[in-house]
């Protein structure tokens, strides 16, 4: 009866950019020193897939790799009115970059099929690279958009519209489909009093949280640990540093009357040669 | 047909001197115009070919070629290789992988070093790639080298070693005023997406010898999963950011979306200049995606960036750093942004900005006469 069947979305928990995050001596983040939170661009996938089950039906069920502490951010998710989640935490995933997250990813998707839609966000903002959606995509052998700043579902089909330098695209796809989901798509809404109830609800009673966040490691989801964590990540950083501060060299005018510290620049500076 | 990669790969194999040296660079292409970026890399890529002592080649995909692949090795390119089907006209992902992936199955062994633009385009289709030859990716790089790397982890033994003429790709790493190194030596093709607007072109050299080689193009049902129904592109930006000689810049310090009115009266005294905005701003909804500056929105190198009530967090500062000259404007002398401007006035933008307005303004009307002056010397001249 409802067009769509599953709705998979992927949330990763990340440092808190407002608190400093420790770095390690091999340049990865420490994330024991910092505080923590649901990354920021993960939050407009949480809403498309929120949206698409209201309008479309479906099933939401949220997918995140990290430690246990992750946990958080599943209750969140929870409150703002996802129907389940699942949290692949196993100690051989620490190190993986962007191919060995989404080898562990991947095999976790296979373990939980079948989905008609996968939603993630841009980019996490410690990862930063924008790769684990299209790398995930391309081991699934399904179609992707990428930049999605909108989009409805007709005839089993997604349209939708794609940033593109310069403007934007609108383009079709067959389902299932991946969708990486722009910062400009709409905010998360507010967490609903059902979800919020809910959660109260799972924090005292630990097997019914445990049935609604499902934690599983790489044995359940049958993935090979020689692919997975450090030994699966085909990229190290070597090296960090820091960045050079200018500092020092600016000229800065302050105090003074308006008219003579923008006339400082402008005689100063070669901006005139710019003028209409 | 190679679409059935699906399957779990061997653990990666060592492959410790690069036996194939050849650098590729995936070109972009819109309506059959070669994109900035992709000149930009070709300066990059030629000189990390020089480094490894290997050869630069370009692979261009689309529809209806002329001279773009002459273009190319102009730029520095010594071998194009070109897929042209009435398919690829447009970029799509699925497509242009297969047709990529397909001809680098070709090579044995495979190229050395793969690079693209960190633009949408760059960064929705390098991933799949890397995700299908397993090797790997680093995003969005600032500077790219050639280098050796001995690897001594005991954790990971299998990739123990020394390998000299590694890619480095070189990139700003989270909320830290920190530069990360990133290598992947045991795999070829070694990738990496660069950041528009920061690596350096090679001038024009038409001179310059090169291959061209056409590409077969085998596409299947199942590239053709995705169809592009409308392609919109902002006809009212009169100059692109990533082309303008000045851009005036807002923050959040404009107070309000009104403020960049302002902001476009400032702009409008120059030529060439475009609109430039915080993501604080862009997030709030004041301006459109397009006009943000920083590291997830457009890296930029006018010869001036005024930034107007912008605190200069480094997430924007790695987007306009590298500007030749930065005025700043900010009310408060500890904001950030007076580290590295090179001229700054402290102040409200609602006080300074139309002074300088009105400054330039009155220098503005005397060097249209100049200019108009010297036209008509020059048209005696020519008589
Ligand atoms: C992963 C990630 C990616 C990001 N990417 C980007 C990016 O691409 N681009 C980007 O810009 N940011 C980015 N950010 C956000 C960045 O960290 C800052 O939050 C943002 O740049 C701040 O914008 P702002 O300078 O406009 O605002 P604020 O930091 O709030 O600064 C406003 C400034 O205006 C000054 N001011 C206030 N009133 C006036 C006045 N009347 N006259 C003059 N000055 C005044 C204040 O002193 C202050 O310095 C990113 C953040 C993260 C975590
Ligand atoms: N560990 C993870 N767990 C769940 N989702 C993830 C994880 N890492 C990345 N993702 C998803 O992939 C997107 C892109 O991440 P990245 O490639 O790290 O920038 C994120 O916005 C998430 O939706």
Redesign the pocket.
Known sequence: MSDIGNIF?????VPDQSAKAGINPDGTIDRSKAKRMI?P??RF?LQAALETKKKYGGRITV????PPA?EEILLESLEHGVDQCKL?SDRR?AA?D?LA??Y??WKTVEYLKPFDLI???????????????P??AERLDIPQVTYCEDFRIENKKVIARRVIEGGYQWVSSSLPCLI?VANSYHHLEYKNIRGAKLVQELLRNKDKKDELIKTINLDQVNADPILCGLKGSPTIVAKTDKVAEIGGSCFLQQGESVDSMVQEVVSKTNILEFTR | MNTNKAQEKQPMKEIITPSNKEVVVIAEQVNGEIQTVTVELLGAGRRLADKLGGKLSCFLIGSEFSNQPQELIARGADVVYVADNPALKDYRVLPYKKVIVDWINNFCPPPHIMLMGSTTTGRDLA?RIASYFQTGLT?DCTELDIGPYEHTNKMDPDKIGLYPGCLYAIRPSFGESLKARILGPWKNPQMATARPGVMIPLDIDSSRKGEIINVPVNLTENELKVDILEIVREINETVKLADANVIVSGGFGLGNAEGFELMNELANCFEGSALGASRKVVDLGWISYQHQVGQTGKTVRPKIYIACGISGAIQHRVGMDKSSLIIAINKDPDAPIFKFAHHGIVGDVYHIVPEMIKQLKVHTKSTTNIKESSNTEKEYASV
Request: negative net charge; glycine residues 10%; hydrophobic residues 45%.
């Open positions: 979305v992927l949330v990763k928990q990354n661009f993960d996938a997918i995140s790799m990290g992750a692949l995933l993986s962007t997250t989404s562990a990813i939603f993630c966000g841009l980019q996490t903002t410690d990862g930063d690279t924008a790769q684990v959606g790398s995930l990486t | 991933p995003a």
